[in-house]
């Protein structure tokens, strides 16, 4: 069963819920930027499951903070995370933890 992917904003804190899956993203692909406007934490420990749009998207949400200034952390980050980064051999600051 697939679990609802949602956020919510806490602060300079971006907290992502659900599956990141290519399937559920695209609200918060439609508002990333808006979204990210103040974000230094993206937090990924209710992500029940990712696939590599998953991936992508947090690439993209870390790029636009960059873009707007803010050095962008992960935290929470599964172990089925680290191993798409891996497998995409990604440097640390595109997905930086």
């Known amino acids: 069963m697939t679990q609802p992917f949602s956020w919510s904003r ?27 406007q103040g974000v230094k934490l993206i937090d990924l420990t209710h992500v029940t499951r990712v696939d590599t749009a ?8 870390v790029a636009e903070g960059k873009k707007l200034g803010q050095a962008v952390t992960l ?7 680290l191993t798409l980064v891996l497998l995409y051999n990604l440097p640390e600051d595109v997905l930086p933890r």
């Open 10 to 36: 806490e602060g300079d804190k971006l907290a992502l819920s659900g599956e990141l899956d290519q399937d559920l993203l695209n609200p918060l692909w439609d508002v990333r930027r808006d979204v990210m």
């Open 54 to 61: 998953g991936v992508a998207l947090l690439v993209h949400l």
């Open 75 to 81: 935290s929470g980050v599964s172990e089925k995370v």
